[in-house]
């Protein structure tokens, strides 16, 4: 039978071994990173891989507090603590959703059958998600719900690996079109510049890139639409183009409904780009919103003067590797 000194002296020696294995794949991934910011990349990873200590620390908690090592108090408190973060870390990021919602793109007359549209965002493929486990995932539930079309609002990426066109061979097993749109991540703002290496990932993988390109459908027209804040949202030139169809705009920021003009018949925009705040804190979340957000979207529909906008929560994860009450989504959007 082990000593408690023993235990305790058991757990600091699995707490070592894991720190040094994170420490030792975060200096391998980061060498196969796509990155402008080498020990920034490393210093997220390490972040990532060390977040594997939650568990020995849960488990440490109970025999603290069993053993008299902890008070009761202390060990409470590490309990809860790592039990939360464990839950955001391992469970909730994994836990992909399914959201329907219902909405009429033409004001006059319903679609001679309804369109089934699947959005998705900010997979985010690089140092926190959108690895193998999380896109099978996706592209599973995808299926299950059969949609008509599948939209992808940009931000693809976040410092990903060099074998992007590999983690996204996944996709080709999607049974309907996909059509995409870059994000900020895509396009440098914030990130390395991937750009020729995400378009030879989607062209490989079957996903249309309709960034300034139009898709005709029976009853509607998809245009994609660039980057808010890359410069290349421009959309002035849209009253031009033929409007016996309504409009359904992709663009990867939700704030390029400011820039929509007028047109006969109001379209939506759908986007991504705010994670609905990743991680829902009181009042903390919204704050920070506001800097993610100029005009305060976070998830679901808002109306503005020129056209309807839908915020998806997406995904994946950007900044900590975690999600905490805004678990990932897939959100079936019936046009009608």
Known sequence: MYSSDTVIII?????????LWGLIQAWIHQSRTETIHPFKAFIHLLAFYLSYLLIPLWFFSLYAGWSDYYSLHQSTFVFLLSSLLIYARFIEPHIVQVKHHQYRLHPDREFTRP????????????????????????????????????????????EPENRLVQELAILREIHAPVY??????????????IQALLK???EHNDVIDIEGKIVE?????LIGVGDLWAGKANMRY?????????????SHNPDTVDMVPELPTRPLMVSGHTHGGQIELPWITNYIMKRVSI????KGFYTHEHADVFVTVGTGMVGVPFRFRVPPTIDIIELK
């Open 11 to 19: 757990f600091y020696a699995i707490f070592a071994l894991l720190a």
């Open 115 to 158: 369109i089934k549209l699947a959005v998705v965002a900010d997979m985010h493929v690089g140092l926190f998600s959108g690895h193998e486990r999380q896109l099978k995932t996706i592209v599973k539930k995808l299926n299950q719900q059969q949609p008509d079309l599948v939209v992808v609002a940009g931000d693809w990426t976040y």
């Open 180 to 193: 995409s749109v870059p994000g900020n991540h895509d396009e440098q703002y914030p990130g390395p510049p």
């Open 200 to 202: 030879q990932a989607l």
């Open 217 to 221: 459908f029976d009853e509607f027209r």
């Open 238 to 250: 849209m009253p031009e183009l033929p409007q016996d169809k309504p409009w359904l705009i992709l």
């Open 295 to 298: 005009l305060g979207h976070k």
